[in-house]
């Protein structure tokens, strides 16, 4: 790996903890504070830490790839993807959070679709051709 492709994924990670706390306190607030059931509440606050995601990733950890597609059809791509990403939260969540709290259980899905979201994102949405 060189320095770049280091640096990247050290901002990609950066991003992340960003996203992933926007993604679990939203979870948490919507299911603790105001009732709202686990899945839907799932749905919203994925939502909310993808949309940053796209934001912070396109313009910073992937920003000196030089980029030919224009921002709507990387939007997309990104949005197929995360909703692939969002059935694989919400399946683990689902089969999980019988046994175990549920924000253990948001946290343990979240974790589990890191790598995805990271090679999906470098080769499919921000890549450079």
């Known amino acids: 790996m060189t320095a770049s492709e280091t640096f990247r994924l050290a901002r990609f990670a950066a991003v992340g903890l960003v ?8 979870f948490w607030m919507l ?4 009732g709202i059931p686990i899945l839907i509440a ?12 796209f ?4 313009y910073w950890t992937f920003g000196d790839i030089q980029q030919r597609d224009p ?11 995360n909703l692939m ?14 046994i175990i709290p549920s924000l253990l259980a ?8 890191l790598l995805w979201n990271y090679l999906i994102s470098k ?7």
């Open 106 to 113: 948001k946290v343990i899905a979240t974790a589990g679709t």
């Open 42 to 53: 799932n749905t919203g606050s994925y939502s909310a830490g993808a949309i940053n995601s």
């Open 31 to 34: 299911t603790t504070l105001v």
């Open 19 to 26: 996203n992933t706390s926007l993604d679990i306190g939203l």
């Open 71 to 81: 921002m709507g059809r990387q939007f997309i791509r990104f949005l197929l993807f």
């Open 85 to 98: 990403g969002l059935a694989v939260s919400s399946l683990m969540i689902w089969l999980i959070v019988h």
């Open 123 to 129: 080769s499919l949405v921000y890549h450079h051709g």
């Open 55 to 58: 934001v912070l990733n396109k």
